[in-house]
């Protein structure tokens, strides 16, 4: 991973008013087709105050180069679901979901709330660091982390593939054709 990057969670307010101004640059609606494609996007608009009762829960990990935010993955715990209603059909299925015979309601997962990386520093390690950073601060509280991907969102996918997740469930809904996928952390019996 280069330049220099710093990954920790987030410390203020500041920081997450950076990771809505992040967010922005890279919601769908506001990218052309061909960067949708090419570039992938994110699909959820968060607030600030949402941001805020989201890391008194569980702070999101956040990458840094200097002071600029460049890249963040944020930590939505089940306690979280409520805060983000147009996400609670997710938590809804996923507490359905099994994997491996067990209900997932049964494990102790949390949601990846959103990740995104400033498109001028894609390409150099950060969504598999970020994920790792997870990995490493989370493991102890949670056995594994699933979240949804747009099946048109390829970039994504193939970078979740690549850290470790692999899909349990796909479903189509008004919006799209989605992908659960889930990195477990358990250890292999």
Known sequence: ????????????????????ALQRRNLKQHLSEEER?????????HDLPTLERMHAVAPSIIALQGSELVAYALVMPRECRQLVPVLE?????IEQLEDGGRPLRDRRFYVMGQICIDKAHRGQGLFEALYHQHREQLRD???????????????SLRAHERVGFRTVHTYVDSTDTWAVVLWDWTPLP
């Open 1 to 20: 991973m280069s330049p220099p990057y710093v990954l920790r969670t987030v410390q203020s307010r500041a920081e997450l008013e950076q990771v809505l």
């Open 37 to 45: 494609r090419t570039q992938g996007f994110v699909t959820v608009a």
């Open 89 to 93: 059909p997710m938590f809804a299925l």
């Open 141 to 155: 509280t949670f056995d594994c982390v699933v979240t949804e991907v747009s099946v048109h969102n390829t970039r």
